[in-house]
């Protein structure tokens, strides 16, 4: 596949989503520019069974060189995966065995295809950090910690809150950048230019630049893209508990866009679509002149779930949004299931509605559950239930209130909140 020094497409790859480049922007612009295939990678440790839209970000970053005809490689840190990275954790990740890791990435060149090509001319290539990793000596940590000062780890932000708040901070986590550091080092031996990656990862993508140069005497370029945050600067992500994962369904995906905060529009459409920037620029000129924000949300949510997973899917997400959440309208078609037990709350555990029973009784108790359209009350008179206005065992009087579970039956339909539906066989 020929390079494209197209300089309209090269301006658009170094500055859209992008936060910074190293050791500066016209390092790589010229490189860029010069016709030569460039290759590059970004690393995906497997800590999750899936990949989730921050993933996306880089993965639409990745593309663009690949449209230019340069080189991808996507490393599955499958090794560096069973420790976890420690950046932006108030505490140490719990480490993962070599099977919970490949289990986890099983999926992620299936997922990572609906942004980059693996086939053609030009494949993706993938590989795996543990070929060199897992073959390393004490003897070769060794030599390798020589290359860092204890002062360069704790200058890390999370280190420093940790030790505000007291809480550990393990010897093997500062590790993890070293690690970084040796994939950097075997990328570029292998003939690898540059690396992609989150800004939350400019630490261990400088630290990879710091050892290569030091073994290698050699110049990598690090390229570092914005993160898509909420109004309180929380990223997306499934450390935050608000990710929106490749293996969503449409309408889930469609549904938690249209939960994002207004500000994330305009963010949204710039890190996680392939709208043009001079549309996203026209979208903001009419959002500041008072058109209705959430026009430009059902948008973003179409062509995020687009992206991701295809144009039948986000018709389908978009349709039963407009069915469901604007009509206020049960779906046509909706998830069965036959319970062990006939009780509500059992019955939200198992349709995965709710954590535990406790969670289910919450869930009861802030009016978020209807059976049949029915708001299901968490509390019932004590009258209601017991001839005598008593329960055995309790001391309580007619007037008093109890919690109580509520029976099904076939053929109900139990609703959490406005979007959640299974119906009961």
């Avoid at 950046?87 to 919970?100: G, I």
């Avoid at 687009?306 to 018709?315: D, H, I, M, N, R």
């Avoid at 349709?351 to 009784?361: E, I, L, P, V």
Wanted: proline share 4%.
């Amino acid at each position: 596949m020929a390079v494209s020094t197209d300089l309209q497409k090269i301006e658009a790859l170094l500055s859209r989503g992008v936060e910074n480049i190293y050791p500066k922007s016209d390092f790589l612009k010229s490189r860029l520019e010069s016709g030569e295939q460039l290759t590059l990678y970004t690393g995906y440790d497997p800590t999750g069974p899936t990949l989730h839209v921050g993933h996306g970000i880089t993965l639409l970053k990745l593309r663009e060189f690949q449209d230019l005809g340069h080189k991808v490689i996507m490393l599955i840190g499958d090794f560096t995966g069973m420790i976890g990275d420690p950046t932006d954790k108030t505490s140490a990740r719990q480490k993962l065995t070599k099977e919970e890791v490949l289990s986890n990435c099983a999926e992620y060149q299936k997922q990572a295809a609906a942004i980059l090509d693996f086939e053609g001319d030009n494949p993706v290539e993938v590989k795996y950090n543990s070929e060199w990793l897992a073959a390393m000596s004490f003897g070769d940590v060794i030599e390798l910690a020589s290359n860092f000062t204890v002062q360069q780890m704790l200058v890390r932000d999370m280190f420093q809150e940790r030790m505000k708040s007291e809480k550990p901070i393990y010897l093997h986590e500062f590790l993890y950048p070293l690690m970084q550091g040796i994939d950097s080092v075997k990328m570029v031996e292998g003939g690898v230019d540059g690396e992609v990656g989150g800004n939350d990862q400019t630490f261990n993508m400088l630290a990879g630049r710091t050892l290569e140069k030091a073994l290698l005497n050699k110049e990598k370029f690090v390229l570092t893209g914005k993160l898509l945050a909420d109004d309180s600067g929380k990223k997306m992500g499934k450390s935050e508990g608000n990710m929106i994962a490749f293996s969503d369904s449409a309408e889930d995906m469609f549904g938690k866009v249209m939960r994002w905060t207004d500000s994330m529009i305009l963010s949204g459409f710039e890190l996680c679509t392939r709208i043009p920037i001079a549309e996203i620029d026209a979208m903001k000129a009419e959002m500041d002149g008072g058109t209705n924000p959430r026009d430009f949300k059902l948008k973003l949510a179409t062509e995020i779930t687009k992206t991701f997973l295809g144009e039948a899917a986000a018709e389908k997400g978009q349709a039963h949004f407009a069915q469901v959440i604007q009509g206020k309208d049960k779906p046509v078609e909706m998830e069965e299931m036959e319970p062990k037990e006939y009780k509500l709350i059992s019955a939200l555990v198992e349709a995965g509605f709710a954590k535990s029973n406790s969670d289910a009784r919450r869930l009861i108790a802030g009016g978020g559950v209807r059976v049949n359209d029915i708001v299901i009350e968490p509390f019932v008179p004590v009258e209601n239930f017991r001839a005598d206005g008593t329960v055995p065992g309790y001391d309580l009087k007619p007037g008093d209130t109890v919690q109580t579970d509520h029976d099904l039956k076939p053929g109900d339909v139990v609703q959490k909140g406005k979007r959640f539906f299974v119906k009961i066989k």
